[in-house]
């Protein structure tokens, strides 16, 4: 397969229809790649393509000099959980723009409830997006890094993945493995002029509340975290947060913590890992009951669950998180509920 020889260099963004992802990429535009983007679900990808395309720093603006091409943006459906589908999508960014010089792995899915609501499919679903996601991309992209001797690949975990709260389990068990394997990766390309970044944000207002999905009682689940992830005090700016992410990632850094809130809670847990997994237990008691129903296991999105609560409190607790659904294409068409929901 013949492929191209860029101008710039060639970034690829996993899970960046949306959301952080879709921050992301905007800023890899900004410094000068050219930049992949790949989702599972169509109708938002088009419309991040758009977006990105839309506020893309026209030709004339690039570093302030002469005219140039301004930098290419292209979309790609691919499910991360699929190997087939990720080695066609790096074949067909090789193809299209060159070889892949930076990887950024955003993938992900939130699954919100108490554990005796989550099934097999849950866990199956969150570490083949989260986990083995960003090990297929990785292994498809690195026999090229490791030919040419540079690559930068940067791995989203989270604060999830070092200290586990409550009543998001299979997001944990997906987030904790990711850290691993981002670690150990980094260890492995020591010399190689690769480079492996472990990127542990907390929270951030992305809006992704209004896409996570929510089991047990749906809506007492919402009333929690819906505010957690859209008040100041307890999430991040986005568009910082991801300036800070491709900062660290296209230096080379071996880990990004994003928040206080996060380095703090890794400093605990390091100090004292049996009080933080008893403060959790705390916490977990203090979260909404399974109701016991059949449908306990059955999914609804944020957005759902948000109008079956029905609360002004929570509507204005979540109005920050509500403009940055608006702002960072949140806002697609429903999807069909169940575990395996984009």
């Known amino acids: 397969m013949q492929t191209v020889q860029p101008s710039r260099p060639v970034a690829l963004v996993a899970g960046a229809s949306r959301g952080l992802g879709l921050l992301v990429a905007r800023e890899l535009i900004r410094r000068d790649h050219d930049v992949a983007v790949c989702a599972r679900t169509e109708g938002d990808l088009e419309r ?36 087939d589908a990720v080695e066609r999508l790096v074949a067909d960014v090789e193809r299209d723009l060159g070889p892949v010089e930076v990887l950024i792995s955003v993938a992900g899915t939130i699954q919100v409830g108490p554990a005796e609501t989550m099934t097999v499919e849950h866990f199956e679903e969150a570490v083949a997006t989260m986990l083995m996601g960003p090990v297929r991309l990785a292994w498809a992209v690195l026999p090229g890094m490791r030919e040419r001797g540079h690559g930068r690949i940067g791995t989203v975990t989270s604060i999830g993945g070092k200290v586990a709260p409550p009543h998001l389990l299979p997001y944990v068990t997906a987030k904790f493995g990711a850290v691993g394997f981002s670690e150990g990766l980094s260890a492995e390309l020591a010399g190689s002029g690769v480079t492996a970044t472990t990127i542990v944000p907390g929270l951030m207002r992305t809006g992704s509340h209004e896409r996570a999905l929510f089991t047990g009682d749906r809506a007492a689940e919402f009333a929690w975290f819906g505010p957690a992830a859209s008040m100041p005090l307890l999430s991040a700016d986005a568009e910082r947060a991801a300036r800070r992410m491709v900062d660290g990632v296209l230096a080379g850094r071996t ?44 999914t609804v999105e944020g957005r759902q669950a948000a109008r079956a609560l029905d609360s002004s409190v929570v509507r204005a607790l979540t109005t920050l998180g509500r403009r940055a659904a608006a702002r960072l294409n949140e806002r697609g068409p429903a999807t069909r509920p169940g575990p395996a929901a984009s």
């Open 255 to 298: 880990t990004v913590v994003i928040t206080p809130l996060a380095s703090l809670g890794m400093r605990v847990h390091g100090l004292m890992p049996a009080t933080t997994v008893r403060v959790m237990g705390l916490v977990s008691r203090l979260l909404p009951d399974a109701p016991g129903r059949p449908d306990d296991s059955a």
């Open 48 to 83: 991040a393509v758009e977006m990105l395309r839309r506020g893309a720093p026209d030709a004339a603006g690039l570093d302030g000099g002469a005219p140039s091409e301004a930098p290419r943006v292209r979309g790609y459906v691919c499910d991360v959980g699929d190997q």
